[in-house]
């Protein structure tokens, strides 16, 4: 399920290369943005995955035209009601916290498109709910995502990325997010 799922983003940042004019990833080029979407967490205890809105900030260098240097920051509400109770675990928090740094490669084919992949290293807060105290982790996280330049100063985009928090991989197999963002871009 998790290996059709990337293979379906990919396939689908792919398909949206085909017929550009040319190239539109440029050097020393910044972006700063913000998104809003969707967070799934999977608790190895727990039968239903917990899901919730969040938001992320982004800020990407484009350190040549295909390669990339990254940093987000996310905040996911997962649950809204989990309430300590003698029967329930102390595993299931109500916030899910990260934030990444690494880098990216741009499949710089377009003049509009510009699908990526990445991959960062991440640290992660989980908070709230059940815990009896904050849960800090340490991670990847793989990241795919395709943005459409809409001037030369404005992009909007969709961003998914898989958290794998390394340090609880047994408690917490997974967490997903997927954004819908909007960036400024400037420099060149």
Known sequence: ???????????????????????????????????????????????TASIGPGLA?????????????????????VAKNEIPAPDVPRTRPTGFDAFGIGVGYVLDVTRNWAPYGGVMASGTALTGGTLDKPLFTFGVQLAVGV?????????????????????EMSKYPSFYSGYLRAEFVWGR
Do not use: P
């Open 57 to 77: 900030l982004h800020y990407a260098y484009q350190v040549t035209d295909a390669f990339r240097f990254m940093t987000e920051f996310s905040s996911t509400i």
């Open 1 to 47: 399920m998790r290996t059709r799922a990337w293979g379906l983003a990919v396939g689908a940042a792919c398909a949206l290369t085909v017929g550009g004019e040319q190239a539109r990833a440029n050097e020393k080029e910044h972006h700063l943005g913000i998104g809003g979407g969707l967070g799934i967490l999977k608790i190895d205890d727990k039968s």
């Open 147 to 167: 943005d459409y330049m809409l001037t030369s100063h404005f992009a909007i985009g969709i961003a998914l990325r898989e958290h794998l928090l390394l340090t």
